[in-house]
């Protein structure tokens, strides 16, 4: 069975960074992307990065140039670098591995962006 576990969220300063890590477990086959997606307090979920199976990256505009997506395949983890965080990241961040035709998700980490 399929699984995802994200963790490496927590309450930082502005201006602080995180590393936030996705490892799978379990067999997946044909993975087209993955994604990190973000779930602010009262605001839908929303795409923050993908990357492909061959590295490719895409990011949200919010983003700004903040974010980096990365994976290691042999290990099965991926990770998203948030720099120079703002309160306005703050929200669950929830790991997707898409492997049409199937989604599987994370249970998500929390990151609180306060001073």
């Known amino acids: 069975q399929v699984q995802l576990v994200e963790s490496g969220g927590g309450l930082v300063q502005p201006g602080e960074s995180l590393r936030l890590s996705c490892v799978a477990s379990g067999s997946i086959a044909s993975i087209n992307k993955m994604p990190w997606y973000r779930q602010g307090p009262g605001k839908q979920r929303a795409l923050v990065a993908s990357?492909?199976?061959?590295?490719?990256?895409d990011y949200a505009e919010f983003v700004e140039g903040r974010f980096t997506i990365s994976k290691e395949n042999t290990k099965n983890i991926m990770y998203l670098q948030i720099n120079s965080l703002k309160p306005e990241d703050t929200g669950i961040y929830y790991c997707n591995v898409l492997a049409h035709p199937v989604g599987y998700w994370g249970q998500g980490t929390q990151v609180t962006v306060a001073s």
């Open positions: 990357i492909t199976t061959d590295g490719g990256t």
